[in-house]
């Protein structure tokens, strides 16, 4: 953009606000419908409308979905054997979404039992240095 452009723009708009102009615009208060597929390479966008409109979801999505859900239900649990169980399948899901994307290992999802085993030793020899 040219340097200045977007300054003149904004003051437009702010003027514009002020007056009212944006007021009781069609679609007002209502979520906007984005249909934009530039993102999308251009032989996937039929397939990807398709899918879309099947309410379909790509797997990494789908396993997000299920990632949080077992969060939430393990945040619940009380019972140790079940929520190790749960813990597990926890693991289990993000080693399988990791598994499925092809970026830096940096945007892997981290898997959930490192602190609790950092902390359940820690617990144990505190307790067995106290004997």
């Known amino acids: 953009m ?19 102009e944006f007021n009781n615009l069609d679609g007002a208060g209502k979520p906007l419908v ?3 597929d530039r993102h ?3 032989e996937f966008r039929l397939a990807y409308k398709i ?11 789908e396993l997000k979905k299920e990632i ?3 969060e939430d239900l393990l945040n ?7 929520k190790y169980r749960t813990l597990k399948k926890l693991n289990y899901l993000i080693l399988k979404l990791n598994s499925l994307r092809t970026a830096s ?18 617990t144990k020899r505190s307790t067995s240095n106290k004997k």
């Open 2 to 20: 040219i340097p200045g452009f977007d300054k003149i723009v904004e003051e437009r708009i702010r003027k514009a606000q002020k007056k009212g």
């Open 34 to 36: 984005l249909d934009d």
């Open 40 to 42: 999308i390479r251009e």
């Open 51 to 61: 899918l879309k409109n099947a309410d379909c979801l790509p797997p990494e999505i």
């Open 68 to 70: 949080r859900r077992t």
């Open 76 to 82: 619940g649990m009380k019972d140790t054997a079940e």
């Open 105 to 122: 290992i940096e945007f892997d999802m981290p898997q959930q039992y490192t602190v609790k085993l950092v902390e359940k030793i820690g």
